[in-house]
């Protein structure tokens, strides 16, 4: 009973971190906005993270676990970096 109800969380997550990612991605591309562009764009690392997450615990393997540490470091890295240069106009000083 334990693994079905497991199976069935991690299945129904991995769907509706899916369709948030379809979310974010027409936000991406259709956001009016440069703010709203670079929302999209976090709001689509921080899902495909989780469905990384997700389907490293779906599968048992641990390389997935690396894999979104990795990318949440270099996405939020990204992410701080378009702030910057949307608020100063360079991202170097």
């Given at each position: 009973?334990?693994?079905?109800?497991?199976?069935?969380?991690?299945?129904?997550?991995q769907?509706?971190?899916?369709?948030?990612?379809?979310?974010?991605?027409?936000?991406?591309?259709r956001?009016?906005?440069?703010?709203?562009?670079?929302?999209?764009?976090?709001?689509?690392?921080v899902?495909?993270?989780?469905?990384?997450?997700?389907?490293?615990?779906?599968?048992?393997?641990?390389?997935?676990?690396e894999?979104?540490?990795?990318?949440?470091?270099?996405?939020f890295?990204?992410?701080?970096?378009?702030?910057?240069?949307?608020?100063?106009?360079?991202?170097?000083?």
């Open positions: 009973m334990t693994l079905l109800v497991l199976t069935f969380s991690l299945a129904a997550a769907m509706l971190l899916g369709l948030a990612m379809g979310c974010a991605a027409f936000r991406l591309l956001g009016p906005r440069a703010q709203d562009r670079i929302l999209g764009f976090d709001t689509l690392y899902n495909a993270m989780l469905l990384l997450l997700t389907y490293g615990i779906r599968s048992g393997n641990t390389h997935y676990f894999a979104a540490l990795a990318m949440a470091l270099l996405a890295v990204g992410t701080v970096a378009l702030a910057k240069f949307l608020l100063r106009g360079e991202v170097i000083e």
